[in-house]
């Protein structure tokens, strides 16, 4: 139980673009995803928290407008990469906490890969 | 900003030894994580120590917590080629969890 799946696993797109990223939660319902980014051979920086239904919260130093997030329903949150550039090429990890579960513990799903050219 | 601190960055072993991690963070807190990442993959998460138990086990992987140190370690025993990964500390702000910058650890049979 508690999977966590993100679509599309890697995706390669032109400067300019924008790109969305979806994150599910398969079979629980999520009360707070949260958005990750990490760079090679670094450590996860959280980007944003979202709740169903609200605006999502984003940690310092990250453009909103850049990185839209929304958390439509209990299942399913997505981000957004508007006008991408080269420097937003990172890996993108989403996670999940389960309504009604250890609120600690967070259920994380496999990753996106964005290379922007 | 970074709570947790692991060391060492990078540590490479033979199958059958044991593997220690340690983690510092700098604030206070409720319970520490920690979770694996097998290269290019999503977080696993393999044991949570809350702030009032000292010592975990799970398997092969025994944790430990000194709040006084603001320290843990996590060791894993035995270990096999499949405990290659990069293994991070997290501690909660709220509801978010700040990770460190996490040990990448070889196993080589």
């Known amino acids: 139980g508690a999977v966590v799946s993100q679509h599309p696993s890697r995706v390669i797109c032109k400067s300019g673009t924008s790109v969305k990223i979806e994150c599910r939660s398969l079979d629980f319902q999520a009360t707070t995803m949260f958005w990750y980014r990490q760079f090679p051979k670094k450590s996860l920086m959280l980007m944003a928290t979202?709740?169903?239904?609200?605006?999502?919260?984003?940690e310092q130093g990250v453009e909103k407008d850049k990185f839209l997030i929304n958390h439509a329903s209990l299942t399913l949150s997505t981000l957004t990469v508007t006008s991408a550039h080269p420097e937003d090429s990172s890996f993108y990890i989403c996670s999940a906490t389960a309504s009604g579960g250890p609120f600690e513990t967070q259920y994380f799903g496999p990753g996106t890969r964005l290379l922007v050219l | 900003s970074q709570q947790g601190e692991e060391d060492p960055q990078a540590l490479s072993i033979q199958e059958g030894e044991n593997a220690t991690m340690n983690c510092s963070y700098k604030t206070s807190i409720n319970n520490l994580q920690w979770y694996r990442q097998n290269s290019g993959r999503g977080l696993v998460h393999l044991i949570l120590i809350r702030s009032n138990e000292r010592e975990k086990h799970s398997g092969r992987l025994r944790v430990t917590l000194d709040t006084s140190k603001k320290s843990s370690s996590l060791l894993i025993t035995a270990s096999r080629a499949a405990d290659t990964a990069s293994y991070f500390c997290a501690t909660a702000s709220g509801t978010a969890l700040i990770f460190g910058k996490g040990t990448t650890l070889s196993v080589s049979s």
């Open positions: 979202s709740n169903e239904g609200s605006k999502a919260t984003y």
